[in-house]
């Protein structure tokens, strides 16, 4: 396998750029939709099938899952970045926080592809890592604002975003719009529970959660 | 298939019933370990491997899948049951309450495949939806106490107990002792969640959450 398609004589080289892209979108939307709704456990061969294109093709423009999963779901990831940066700029970083919290979670009630992409760690991805990496250093700033400013309890830690983000990822409903629903009502009570108050006793230890290789 | 093991001659018979015990002891093992692991998307073929022997005494003991979850999870069943009963007879209802929500989630965190047994509809295996009907009336009732106690928080309704234990089980840690812990943590979060408190806004509306026909 070449990195360059062959180029047949009897096409324009405008008309198959544009084959191209339209074979690069068709792939990133049936990928999309296919790890959403099965995970990323599907196979190249199977996301080619669907896509209607050769395995030969789809690895011409994808040489690893990896990179597919990485083009698929970069937009949402830039999202969730744009997010907490909004959320840095925002003069209440408590109002921040909990924004940040329930706008990355109802993304990812819209799209448990994204879920599993998200807690996915693939060490070959260097620019989606990096996007998470950047992401999660503004995340920890935002969190120690939010609790200066008196919002956030004291013993919340990074690692607690990462426990209501995969706890967020276990509700099932019938619907999007009650997938949305039920993660707003989670949500809402999420942000009683860490909410800063006297009267609160202290919690469990915190526990380290590797982002996951994999969600079942 | 007849209901009965044909009964070679060489074999005494209650050396068989011996057999035929271990044989189901070791199907509902395997079922066990291969549901906590994989879910309940394995199929009876693969377990009847597993466990050694053919599909046909697979069949013998368990007509259907339905008959093999509903054995192979019947004692948790029970135990989730028993937790809540026993917290109708603690003298303090919200107390009780929160046993129930720690002790049911600890035993999900620690068996996936009963989660996935304990979300799932099985129309056919009216025992187990007879002893979920059960703790469901009992648990109400609960809900009901630990509200007049003034504990628990006036907007709760049944369905946020679906809605935590399905977030719990989108929990996921490489250890078991990590799952638990974690669980733990996000347990004692809820129980600050759900608490009454004068300054709680009222929260966005309670979701009907079906008991759901398979997790992922």
């Known amino acids: 396998m070449t990195d360059q398609p062959s180029q047949p004589a009897l096409h324009a080289s405008h008309e198959l750029r544009s084959d191209a892209r339209d074979n690069r979108e068709r792939i990133l939307q049936v990928a999309r939709t ?7 456990d599907v196979s190249m061969r199977e996301v080619a099938r669907r896509a209607g294109v050769g395995p030969a093709t789809l690895y011409r ?10 083009e698929a779901f970069g937009e949402q990831m830039t999202t969730c970045s744009a997010i907490v940066e909004a959320a840095l ?3 209440d970083p408590w109002h921040g926080f909990r924004t940040v919290i329930e706008e990355v979670c109802v993304m990812h009630a819209l799209d448990r592809g994204f879920t599993a992409a998200f807690m996915t760690a693939f060490p070959k991805a260097v620019d989606f890592a990096e996007e998470r990496t950047r992401a999660l250093r503004a995340l920890a700033e935002l969190i120690q604002r939010a609790k200066d400013a008196g919002g956030l309890r004291r013993d919340f830690v990074l690692d607690d975003v990462i426990l209501l983000i995969m706890a967020n990822s276990g509700i099932r409903a019938t619907s999007r ?3 949305v629903a039920a993660t707003r009502r989670f949500v ?3 942000v009683q529970s860490i909410g800063a108050r006297p009267d609160g006793g202290p919690l469990p230890p915190a ?3 590797p982002l996951m290789t994999g969600l079942r």
Not at 34 to 40: D, I, K, P, W
Not at 61 to 70: D, G, I, Y
């Open 207 to 209: 526990v380290r959660l």
């Open 61 to 70: 423009r994808f040489p690893t899952k990896e990179a597919l999963v990485t």
């Open 177 to 179: 719009e009650a997938a």
């Open 188 to 190: 809402a009570l999420q």
């Open 34 to 40: 296919t790890f959403a709704e099965e995970g990323l």
């Open 89 to 91: 700029r925002d003069p």
